[in-house]
């Protein structure tokens, strides 16, 4: 069969959910046989996000193969339970990139370079490049951006072109919009629709199916309206309502027949959907037998979506446990001693994130000691593995002023040292420690019990590592390194003993936890959370017995 592709654009507005829309299209797929993947374009002139502040872009995800890409791209793989690469995130500033590079060397045989046709070849050789793999059957391609805006347009126009390469009956074009209610009106408004389907039109590219954000439900008179207007059957205009988790969007959308619609019009060979583990979760995601808090410390905390792999492991975690995660989100840079016993307050685990340069950390330091020294549930990752061993150095191996260098470069103890070989690197894009690496795991200690195996492998992005010149020294004063690169002897995971469950990893794991497959350190850590608090209970209980 030949692949088929599936173009989705968006319209009025940013932030209708594409990425989810995506996703969810593809579980659907997915869940009736087909191989599916699913790519993001991105319209910004950036190579890739890794340069960009997380205020600017969210979470940069990264793929086994070390790409630095859309944190779409980790929907795609909680949804699918697929690995990504970097075929599947392209922006264009990669594409005119590979364009110049490609005119200086010659390629374009004396040819003015243009962007049609040559910008618009290099966006389809992109989008074909996964087709060709003949490892999937439908290729989903989500443009970003909103239509109408000028970087979008040859994104557009390179998709109007295939739709005549790869033939008609193996390409579908669908399109997001927003149809807003008007309170004043007490109506739900389908003009921005029309318009954006128009601006698309404009452009060549006509919608087969229109999927629509609505704060309520579409009526027959509604829906009869927007296909009058915008060229499409009716049964092609699919509602899309707020859901209370986005786990829920696929169901949602197979009752609305998206993924049936899809398999018409496509002729695609496909059996009946097999949803039973996925509904099985969103089940114990929205009816949990209990509740445990979690704070996560970070500070980047008032932008949401630069720890969105995080809390989605988390809730994965949740679900594995049949408890509902909730976070109390805590600015590090307002950490004290003072206060921290007041800012963590009421929470049974602490996970400190991931993060760069010197803002913030003394609150995290502040916010491990809170959580050693009250034996509290403690999840530290990448710069919150470096602060573990920090604090850890500076209060319990005595190594006064201890510090990392990218934060202390005179400090006596550089505990946390750039490694050896980002010495010279002077270019920031994808020059860090990027990608999966192995990590051998040490007997009995919590990370081996919870992978229950010997040897994994997880993703990384860093620069800093802990020092192996005082390594020895901080073990000498009780640090258990539980994992550890055996390519280049890098500690990965750290421990401490004498404590419910106290673990720093250098990679991100939050990376490599979907649906079908919870990442077992997010499980174990809510778990040891839900014992902390069962013991804080019991031991209120008994005071207040006791009183
Ligand atoms: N800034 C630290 C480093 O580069 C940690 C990075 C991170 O948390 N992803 O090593």
Not at 19 to 26: A, D, F, H, R, V
Not at 209 to 218: A, D, G, K, N
């Amino acid at each position: 069969m030949a692949t088929k592709y599936i173009f989705v654009t968006g319209g009025v507005t940013s932030s209708l959910g594409k990425g989810i829309i995506c996703s969810s299209l593809g579980r659907l797929l997915a869940a009736r046989g087909l191989r599916v993947t699913i790519q993001k374009l991105d319209p910004y002139i950036n190579v890739d996000p890794g340069t960009m502040n997380p205020y600017e872009h969210g979470e940069v995800y990264v793929t086994d193969d070390g790409a630095e890409t859309d944190l779409d791209l980790g929907h795609y793989e909680r949804f699918l339970n697929i690995k990504t690469s970097q075929t599947n995130n392209v922006t264009t500033g990669r594409i005119y990139y590979d364009v110049i590079m490609k005119e200086r060397r010659g390629a374009y045989l004396g040819k003015t370079v243009q962007v049609i046709p040559h910008i618009t070849d290099e966006i389809k050789s992109h989008v074909l490049k996964l087709g060709e793999s003949n490892d999937y059957d439908v290729v989903i391609t989500e443009i970003g951006g909103t239509v109408g805006d000028i970087e979008s347009l040859p994104y557009i126009e390179a998709m109007r072109q295939l739709r005549y390469e790869v033939g008609r009956k193996n390409t579908l074009s669908i399109h997001l919009t927003l149809v807003p209610y008007l309170a004043a009106a007490g109506e739900l408004k389908t003009k921005p629709t029309q318009h954006s389907v128009k601006t698309l039109s404009e452009s060549g590219l006509s919608p087969d199916i229109l999927v629509c954000r609505s704060e309520y439900q579409l009526d027959d008179s509604i829906r009869a309206k927007i296909a009058q207007f915008c060229n499409v059957e009716v049964q092609d205009v699919i509602a899309s309502l707020d859901a209370e988790t986005i786990y829920e969007v696929p169901l949602l959308m197979q009752n609305e027949g998206l993924d049936s619609r899809v398999i018409e019009k496509l002729d695609l060979p496909a059996k009946n959907a097999d949803l039973k583990q996925w509904s099985e979760f969103v089940d114990k995601i929205k009816r949990p037998s209990k509740q445990v808090y979690i704070a996560l410390v970070g500070k980047y905390v008032e932008h949401h979506d630069a720890y969105k792999s995080i809390v989605e492991a988390l809730i994965h975690g949740g679900a594995m446990n049949d408890a509902g995660v909730n976070i109390k989100w805590v600015q590090s840079d307002y950490i004290t001693d003072s206060n921290v016993a007041s800012k963590l307050e009421g929470v049974s685990g602490i996970l400190v994130a991931p993060g760069f340069g010197g803002r913030g950390i003394e609150g995290k330091l502040t916010a491990v000691k809170h959580a050693r020294l009250n034996n509290i549930p403690f999840f530290g990752i990448c710069l919150g593995m470096q602060c573990a061993v920090i604090e850890f150095a500076r209060n319990v191996a005595s190594m006064e002023a201890a510090n990392s260098t990218e934060f202390d470069e005179q400090t006596p103890y550089p505990v946390i040292d750039l490694m050896p070989d980002q010495r010279d690197i002077e270019d920031k894009g994808g020059t860090m420690r990027l990608g999966k690496y192995a990590c051998e795991l040490k007997e009995d200690t919590k990370a081996r019990e919870a992978y229950g195996a010997d040897m994994i492998d997880e993703r990384h992005r860093h620069r800093f590592e802990l020092n192996n010149e005082l390594r020895e020294k901080l073990l000498e004063s009780g640090l258990i390194v539980s994992g550890v690169n055996p390519e280049r002897d890098l500690v990965e995971i750290v421990e401490i003993d004498n404590h419910p469950w106290f673990v720093g990893v250098q990679f991100h794991p939050e990376l490599r936890s979907t649906v079908y497959d919870p990442h077992p350190l997010f499980s174990a850590f809510i778990e040891a959370s839900l014992n902390k608090a069962s013991d804080l209970f019991t031991s209120e209980t008994k005071v207040e017995q006791a009183v």
